[in-house]
């Protein structure tokens, strides 16, 4: 408990930031390099435990003035981190990613970068950890979060006899909530601070074994031997675990605490790279995963040759000398009065994240991009980005002011057919209504499965309604068909397959009325052998190795691949009147189903279509879109 520099944990420091940047550069055998988190996160246990409870026993705790202090140690370089991010966004990325770093900064500035990445995580359309240029602020944001939160507790318990006690046992709550609801929601126990309080108990529980072993140099010998060995055994062992991140890193945090306990530097730590590493490790994990996601945007495939992945490591160690000499070591000791320096913290983070929130609510600012590179971003955005007009979740196009109407219904696979029905209802002076959710099922009797299952039922019951009520003459019912039916040949398959057949027939005939019109669309084309990197696909201000192109799905796989859903929707329908059925794979193909035609992307994923190959689709369905807006 002394405050005498540790270069032991400089050494822990230094072995939690190595393995996490070896784990994101994807370097084989680092597999459970996520866990140099963990490892942080007890590092931060026992060091901010203990000067709370030194200073507390003394009388002399600020908590201002420990709010203060982390507030240095953390915002200087976090800002510069972010700010930086920002401004290469600004220039190499596209609207719709900027817009996503817009969002991600906000949160960074205000320490809940956390909440958000947990609250999106499992979204439908949720983006890959590829796509998050500032993810790794997640960590930092459970950190502030417990530097938020345990002062208050540790006056409170500081002068009780028993305050490891108490602590054992918030650890335990805490270990015991995040392995009872890993299997409910991973994400949250990944994600959230009360999932990991844990990790900062067991580096608290370092304290008072710490002051157990300090009397027998012998014993303090064995523990830290016997920590390494558990600390570099267990990173070999939770690779394999990581849907269990968090309660898998339960081993190298007991390791971490065991070696921090024993005080006992070995030659390995003494090592001055060892310790210059520890000691830059904030600037050096702030750093690292920008320079990842950027070169890996800007360079492609290159990025992950030894070429590329020595030059993402040389430029990281060039950037956090920079940050650790000119912003992280200086800004920890601001001569300024503490008025100042906390007027100057609040206006850096409200300014910012104003900025920040302007530029997300502008989506990404298209202006900043070229004519051409403009067009090409329109071309492959997703469907919806035809709507005309929104109100609410509800989304109206074609012509705005057409006095007939065309009611969609389902989810994102009937979704995309916005930009394919758009021209033609401004063609015939209709207008066209969508509300949907990704993911949701819209059946009556037809439910989600899932932590969105009840989010899904309260849609339902309000578009069916809603629908029903509609004066529009043509509904159009879609849905990811093959996330709901069996594509399996088997009594169980018929059965699955007889029910949700049975409930589109009863949705039609729930929302029927004389002179009404369905359409309902089958199985989509759906190109699963392609790779689609999203984030490079989209176009932007300056030049980025573009994504590579898929070839396209030859017709007849796509006829095979959707036989099953077309047969079972045939048979829904053949009995009801004035309902059509649109096969796209045997509309959309000719030989072949294009995925990438010309330069533009037709596809945003293995299932939804791009403005640009909705409009396609809308094309070649035009003489079946005719037949169904008909009156006949």
Same mark, same amino acid.
């Given at each position: 408990?002394?405050?005498?520099?540790?270069?032991?944990?400089?050494?822990?420091?230094?072995?939690?930031?190595?393995?996490?940047?070896?784990?994101?550069?994807?370097?084989?055998? /680092?597999?459970?390099?996520?866990?140099?988190?963990?490892?942080?996160?007890?590092?931060?246990? *026992?060091?901010?435990?203990?000067?709370?409870?030194?200073?507390?026993?003394?009388? #002399?705790?600020?908590?201002?003035?420990?709010?203060?202090?982390?507030?240095?140690?953390?915002?200087?370089?976090?800002?510069?981190?972010?700010?930086?991010?920002?401004?290469?966004?600004?220039?190499?990325?596209?609207? %719709?990613?900027?817009?996503?770093?817009?969002?991600?900064?906000?949160?960074?500035?205000?320490?809940?970068?956390?909440?958000?990445?947990?609250?999106?995580?499992?979204?439908?359309?949720?983006?890959?950890?590829? %796509?998050?240029?500032?993810?790794?602020?997640?960590?930092?944001?459970? %950190?502030?979060?417990?530097?938020?939160?345990?002062?208050?507790?540790?006056? @409170?318990?500081?002068?009780?006899?028993?305050?490891? #006690?108490?602590?054992?046992?918030?650890?335990?709550?805490?270990?015991?909530?995040?392995?009872? @609801?890993?299997?409910?929601?991973?994400?949250?126990?990944?994600?959230?601070?009360?999932?990991?309080?844990?990790?900062?108990?067991?580096?608290?529980?370092?304290?008072?074994?710490?002051?157990?072993?300090?009397?027998?140099?012998?014993?303090?010998?064995?523990?830290?031997?016997?920590?390494?060995?558990?600390?570099?055994?267990?990173?070999?062992?939770?690779? *394999?675990?990581?849907?269990?991140?968090?309660?898998?890193?339960?081993?190298?945090?007991?390791?971490?605490?065991?070696?921090?306990?024993?005080?006992?530097?070995?030659?390995?730590?003494?090592?001055? $790279?060892?310790?210059?590493?520890?000691?830059?490790? *904030?600037?050096?994990?702030?750093?690292?995963?920008?320079?990842?996601?950027?070169? #890996?945007?800007?360079?492609?495939?290159?990025?992950?040759?030894?070429?590329?992945?020595?030059?993402?490591?040389?430029?990281?160690?060039?950037?956090?000398?920079?940050? /650790?000499?000119?912003?992280?070591?200086?800004?920890?000791?601001?001569? @300024?009065?503490?008025?100042?320096?906390?007027?100057?913290?609040?206006?850096?983070?409200?300014? !910012?994240?104003?900025?920040?929130?302007?530029?997300?609510?502008?989506?990404?600012?298209?202006?900043?991009?070229?004519?051409?590179?403009?067009?090409?971003?329109?071309?492959?955005?997703?469907?919806?980005?035809?709507?005309?007009?929104?109100?609410?979740?509800?989304?109206?196009?074609?012509?705005?002011?057409?006095?007939?109407?065309?009611?969609?219904?389902?989810?994102?696979?009937?979704?995309?057919?916005?930009?394919?029905?758009?021209?033609?209802?401004?063609?015939?002076?209709?207008?066209?209504?969508?509300?949907?959710?990704? !993911?949701?099922?819209?059946?009556?009797?037809?439910?989600?499965?899932?932590? #969105?299952?009840?989010?899904?039922?309260?849609?339902?019951?309000?578009?069916?309604?809603?629908?029903?009520?509609?004066?529009?003459?043509?509904?159009?019912?879609?849905?990811?068909?093959?996330? *709901?039916?069996?594509?399996?040949? !088997? $009594?169980?398959?018929?059965?699955?397959?007889?029910?949700?057949?049975?409930?589109?027939?009863?949705?039609?005939?729930?929302?029927?009325?004389?002179?009404?019109?369905?359409?309902?669309?089958?199985?989509?084309?759906?190109?699963?052998?392609?790779?689609?990197?999203?984030?490079?696909?989209?176009?932007?201000?300056?030049?980025?190795?573009?994504?590579?192109?898929?070839?396209?799905?030859?017709?007849?796989?796509?006829?095979?691949?959707?036989?099953?859903?077309?047969?079972?929707?045939?048979?829904?329908?053949?009995?009801?009147?004035?309902?059509?059925?649109?096969?796209?794979? %045997?509309?959309?193909?000719?030989?072949?189903? $294009?995925?990438?035609?010309?330069?533009? @992307?037709?596809?945003?994923?293995?299932?939804?279509?791009?403005?640009?190959?909705?409009?396609?689709?809308?094309?070649?369905?035009?003489?079946?879109?005719?037949?169904?807006?008909?009156?006949?």
């Amino acid at each position: 408990m002394e405050r005498s520099h540790r270069a032991d944990i400089d050494a822990l420091r230094a072995i939690a930031v190595v393995i996490v940047i070896l784990f994101h550069l994807r370097i084989t055998g /680092f597999s459970a390099g996520y866990a140099g988190v963990d490892i942080f996160f007890v590092i931060s246990g *026992y060091l901010i435990t203990g000067q709370i409870l030194r200073d507390v026993g003394a009388r #002399r705790f600020s908590l201002s003035e420990f709010y203060l202090r982390r507030a240095r140690r953390i915002l200087p370089a976090l800002v510069v981190t972010i700010a930086a991010t920002f401004a290469v966004g600004w220039l190499f990325l596209s609207p %719709e990613a900027l817009r996503q770093l817009a969002k991600e900064a906000t949160h960074g500035l205000l320490s809940i970068a956390n909440i958000q990445y947990w609250r999106e995580a499992s979204a439908y359309f949720a983006p890959s950890a590829d %796509e998050l240029p500032l993810l790794h602020l997640w960590s930092l944001s459970a %950190e502030v979060q417990f530097y938020a939160l345990a002062p208050l507790l540790l006056m @409170w318990l500081g002068t009780r006899r028993h305050v490891f #006690r108490a602590i054992a046992a918030i650890g335990l709550l805490s270990l015991a909530a995040a392995a009872l @609801w890993s299997s409910r929601d991973p994400d949250a126990v990944f994600f959230l601070t009360p999932f990991r309080v844990f990790e900062f108990a067991i580096g608290a529980l370092a304290i008072p074994l710490e002051a157990r072993l300090a009397a027998s140099p012998r014993a303090r010998s064995l523990a830290a031997a016997c920590g390494d060995v558990l600390l570099f055994g267990s990173l070999l062992l939770i690779g *394999y675990y990581q849907s269990q991140a968090g309660v898998a890193a339960l081993l190298p945090c007991i390791a971490t605490a065991v070696i921090i306990a024993a005080n006992a530097p070995t030659s390995l730590v003494m090592a001055h $790279p060892v310790r210059v590493v520890g000691a830059a490790s *904030y600037s050096l994990y702030l750093v690292h995963w920008p320079v990842i996601f950027f070169v #890996r945007f800007i360079f492609g495939d290159a990025a992950q040759t030894a070429a590329g992945l020595a030059a993402q490591l040389a430029l990281m160690a060039v950037l956090t000398t920079l940050m /650790f000499a000119i912003v992280e070591r200086p800004l920890r000791r601001l001569p @300024w009065p503490r008025v100042a320096q906390v007027a100057s913290f609040a206006t850096v983070l409200i300014v !910012g994240a104003a900025l920040t929130h302007v530029t997300f609510r502008a989506n990404g600012v298209v202006s900043r991009l070229p004519d051409d590179q403009l067009a090409l971003f329109q071309l492959q955005g997703f469907g919806l980005n035809k709507c005309g007009r929104a109100v609410g979740r509800l989304c109206a196009f074609g012509d705005l002011e057409g006095t007939r109407g065309v009611e969609l219904l389902g989810d994102s696979y009937v979704q995309q057919y916005v930009a394919a029905l758009d021209a033609t209802l401004k063609a015939r002076g209709m207008i066209g209504h969508v509300s949907t959710m990704s !993911g949701c099922p819209t059946l009556a009797g037809l439910t989600a499965e899932g932590p #969105r299952a009840q989010v899904c039922v309260e849609l339902r019951d309000s578009e069916l309604p809603r629908i029903r009520q509609s004066p529009a003459d043509f509904v159009v019912i879609g849905q990811a068909w093959q996330h *709901y039916l069996d594509l399996g040949d !088997g $009594p169980a398959a018929r059965t699955r397959n007889a029910a949700v057949a049975g409930h589109l027939a009863e949705t039609i005939r729930l929302l029927d009325r004389p002179g009404r019109h369905f359409l309902v669309v089958g199985g989509q084309v759906r190109p699963v052998n392609c790779a689609f990197d999203q984030l490079r696909m989209l176009p932007g201000p300056r030049w980025h190795a573009p994504a590579k192109p898929c070839d396209a799905v030859p017709k007849s796989e796509a006829i095979a691949t959707n036989r099953v859903i077309d047969a079972v929707l045939s048979e829904a329908i053949r009995p009801l009147a004035k309902v059509t059925l649109l096969r796209p794979s %045997e509309v959309y193909c000719d030989q072949d189903c $294009p995925v990438v035609e010309h330069g533009v @992307w037709l596809f945003q994923d293995a299932g939804h279509f791009t403005v640009a190959g909705a409009q396609r689709m809308g094309e070649r369905a035009a003489p079946v879109f005719a037949r169904f807006l008909s009156d006949d």
